[in-house]
């Protein structure tokens, strides 16, 4: 690894380095210790690092706001406000059937008073409305007892309008990819709710018609960005499902052991399971996750998870399991991550009280057992389950402080909801480093652990890691600080 101290010192003088001067070594990790101060130039290090992968996004809440705006203008969809002008929903409509403009609103949106605008109607102060009522942060005053989870639950009615339809599923998935592509991401793990959808005429969608054109729109999309000389991106998917309502039916498939029609189906839980073990979609559908307001257990009436899973393992075969659990500092649901262990979970989301408020024998299960733990750092702050960045546990995950035997845990990094949260991948690891003395040892390890705690096939896995290594190992070898801060992104504030 070649990197200078004349360099640096050139950098802190904002004066221009020629290559000759990068004939002296000096190790990355000094490199690293020194622009970490700085997190204009943090965040162009890690917008430029091969970050490895995203393994928890929903895909509903991943793209920018002012994607999402374009990807409603595009299906014709109207935006609704209230008298006060505070944005309300997006509403489906001049869908185009025999000739005739039809307008279909399910919530009744464009009544009561609202006023429905179309994209080329909306001022720059619509925009900012729509924005405002979408990202979660420290200006909402909308919450209630269980802080900004409420406002989440509300924002996600919102956007379902936009996101359960399935002519518009394909654009999140290539703006994401797109994004992911920029961020040296090469791998993307996707969380879909992939039964009883709809398109924009309001038809239900087989779900065999969305997966198989899903997987196609991800190939073009892939044959596109190679030919453009762009990098490529793995997309695989999670089937979610609701903790409080794991077993509710609906929906239209004529797949094998999974036929249905209408709500005379198997659960929801048994569909997910079957794609991600025997259907022939188990390649793009690599596992399911529970997910919901975080105080709410797995229910199910008359058994339990854990029996469930074992008849289901016993029936279809092994499944990817992530389960969200451990996101809430409230005693009364300390046992989230333990029923999540009993449930057989393969992976954790979040498990934000793992080192606060679970039993020892809980913590030692999961510390012994190497359990895979995702973390999203903006998610937790801009949720409240940490009241500051300060707060979050996430170094004691990653050093294995929290652990009876000091092993630190496989931790990766992700965005969950990138939209909503206003960030991205480099901008949750630069957060990580800024507000933290983890080395560059550290950080590389969280950026490879995201691809060795994936779902992905084995073979496309190792795939995967294998040329994450070389990336990384171009990246040591030729990154430099930039001369100038001039034309760099934004740094990365702490979320609030």
Same mark, same amino acid.
């Given at each position: 690894?070649?990197?200078?101290?004349?360099?640096?010192?050139?950098?802190?003088?904002?004066?221009?380095?020629?290559?000759?001067?990068?004939?002296?070594?000096?190790?990355?990790?000094?490199?690293?210790?020194?622009?970490?101060?700085?997190?204009?130039?943090?965040?162009?290090?890690?917008?430029?690092?091969?970050?490895?992968?995203?393994?928890?996004?929903?895909?509903?809440?991943?793209?920018?706001?002012?994607?999402?705006?374009?990807?409603?203008?595009?299906?014709?969809?109207?935006?609704?406000?209230?008298?006060?002008?505070?944005?309300?929903?997006?509403?489906?409509?001049?869908?185009?059937?025999?000739?005739?403009?039809?307008?279909?609103?399910?919530?009744?949106?464009?009544?009561?008073?609202?006023?429905?605008?179309?994209?080329?109607?909306?001022?720059?102060?619509?925009?900012?409305?729509?924005?405002?009522?979408?990202?979660?942060?420290?200006?909402?005053?909308?919450?209630?007892?269980?802080?900004?989870?409420?406002?989440?639950?509300?924002?996600?009615?919102?956007?379902?309008?936009?996101?359960?339809?399935?002519?518009?599923?394909?654009?999140?998935?290539?703006?994401?990819?797109?994004?992911?592509?920029?961020?040296?991401?090469?791998?993307?793990?996707?969380?879909?709710?992939?039964?009883?959808?709809?398109?924009?005429?309001?038809?239900?969608?087989?779900?065999?018609?969305?997966?198989? =054109? !899903? $997987?196609?729109?991800?190939?073009?999309?892939?044959? *596109?960005?190679?030919?453009? %000389?762009?990098?490529?991106? #793995?997309?695989?998917?999670?089937?979610?499902?609701?903790?409080?309502?794991?077993?509710?039916?609906?929906?239209?498939?004529?797949?094998?052991?999974?036929?249905?029609?209408?709500?005379?189906?198997?659960?929801?839980?048994?569909?997910?399971?079957?794609?991600?073990?025997?259907?022939?979609?188990?390649?793009?559908?690599?596992?399911?996750?529970?997910?919901?307001?975080?105080?709410?257990?797995?229910?199910?009436?008359?058994?339990?998870?854990?029996?469930?899973?074992?008849?289901?393992?016993?029936?279809?075969?092994?499944?990817?399991?992530?389960?969200?659990?451990?996101?809430?500092?409230?005693?009364?649901?300390?046992?989230?991550?333990?029923?999540?262990?009993?449930?057989?979970?393969?992976?954790?989301?979040?498990?934000? =009280? !793992? $080192?606060?408020?679970?039993?020892?024998?809980?913590? *030692?299960?999961?510390?012994? %057992?190497?359990?895979?733990? #995702?973390?999203?750092?903006?998610?937790?702050?801009?949720?409240?389950?940490?009241?500051?960045?300060?707060?979050?546990?996430?170094?004691?995950?990653?050093?294995?402080?929290?652990?009876p035997n000091n092993r630190p845990l496989p931790v990766a990094l992700a965005t969950d909801d990138a939209g909503l949260f206003d960030t991205d991948l480099s901008l949750e690891f630069c957060i990580a480093a800024a507000n933290s003395d983890l080395t560059w040892n550290?950080?590389?390890?969280?950026?490879?652990?995201?691809?060795?705690?994936?779902?992905?096939?084995?073979?496309?896995?190792?795939?995967?890691?294998?040329?994450?290594?070389?990336?990384?190992?171009?990246?040591?070898?030729?990154?430099?600080?930039?001369?100038?801060?001039?034309?760099?992104?934004?740094?990365?504030?702490?979320?609030?």
């Amino acid at each position: 690894m070649r990197v200078v101290a004349l360099l640096l010192l050139a950098f802190c003088a904002n004066v221009a380095v020629s290559d000759d001067d990068r004939s002296l070594d000096q190790s990355f990790d000094q490199l690293f210790e020194h622009i970490r101060s700085d997190r204009q130039v943090l965040h162009a290090f890690f917008r430029d690092m091969p970050l490895g992968g995203d393994i928890h996004t929903h895909l509903s809440g991943g793209v920018s706001i002012d994607t999402a705006i374009k990807i409603a203008s595009r299906h014709h969809y109207y935006f609704a406000f209230s008298p006060a002008d505070e944005f309300t929903g997006f509403v489906i409509s001049k869908i185009t059937v025999d000739q005739r403009a039809v307008t279909r609103s399910t919530r009744g949106r464009c009544d009561d008073g609202n006023t429905c605008l179309q994209a080329a109607d909306l001022s720059e102060e619509h925009r900012e409305a729509i924005r405002q009522a979408i990202w979660i942060n420290e200006t909402d005053a909308r919450r209630g007892e269980d802080g900004r989870f409420s406002d989440f639950v509300r924002v996600f009615s919102v956007l379902d309008e936009l996101t359960d339809n399935t002519d518009v599923m394909p654009e999140f998935v290539h703006a994401l990819m797109d994004e992911a592509a920029e961020l040296h991401v090469s791998y993307l793990e996707l969380k879909i709710t992939p039964y009883n959808r709809k398109n924009s005429l309001g038809m239900v969608v087989p779900i065999e018609t969305l997966l198989e =054109n !899903l $997987g196609n729109e991800i190939e073009a999309k892939n044959r *596109s960005m190679a030919r453009a %000389g762009k990098r490529t991106v #793995v997309v695989k998917f999670v089937a979610q499902l609701l903790r409080s309502r794991p077993i509710r039916t609906g929906g239209i498939t004529g797949l094998p052991y999974i036929t249905c029609f209408g709500d005379d189906c198997p659960t929801r839980w048994e569909q997910a399971h079957y794609l991600a073990t025997l259907s022939r979609y188990s390649d793009i559908v690599v596992g399911y996750d529970f997910v919901g307001l975080p105080e709410v257990t797995i229910e199910v009436p008359g058994s339990s998870a854990k029996l469930l899973i074992q008849e289901l393992t016993d029936r279809y075969g092994d499944a990817n399991i992530a389960i969200h659990s451990g996101e809430s500092t409230k005693a009364d649901f300390a046992d989230n991550i333990e029923l999540a262990l009993d449930a057989g979970a393969d992976r954790l989301g979040h498990a934000y =009280n !793992l $080192g606060s408020l679970v039993s020892d024998e809980t913590l *030692s299960l999961v510390c012994q %057992g190497n359990m895979p733990i #995702v973390i999203g750092l903006s998610s937790n702050v801009r949720l409240q389950v940490a009241d500051t960045i300060d707060q979050h546990p996430y170094v004691g995950f990653i050093r294995g402080d929290i652990c009876p035997n000091n092993r630190p845990l496989p931790v990766a990094l992700a965005t969950d909801d990138a939209g909503l949260f206003d960030t991205d991948l480099s901008l949750e690891f630069c957060i990580a480093a800024a507000n933290s003395d983890l080395t560059w040892n550290e950080i590389k390890r969280i950026a490879k652990q995201s691809l060795q705690a994936s779902f992905a096939p084995e073979e496309e896995k190792a795939r995967l890691i294998s040329q994450w290594e070389r990336d990384i190992q171009h990246f040591e070898s030729t990154w430099t600080p930039p001369t100038s801060t001039a034309s760099l992104p934004a740094g990365c504030p702490d979320p609030i």
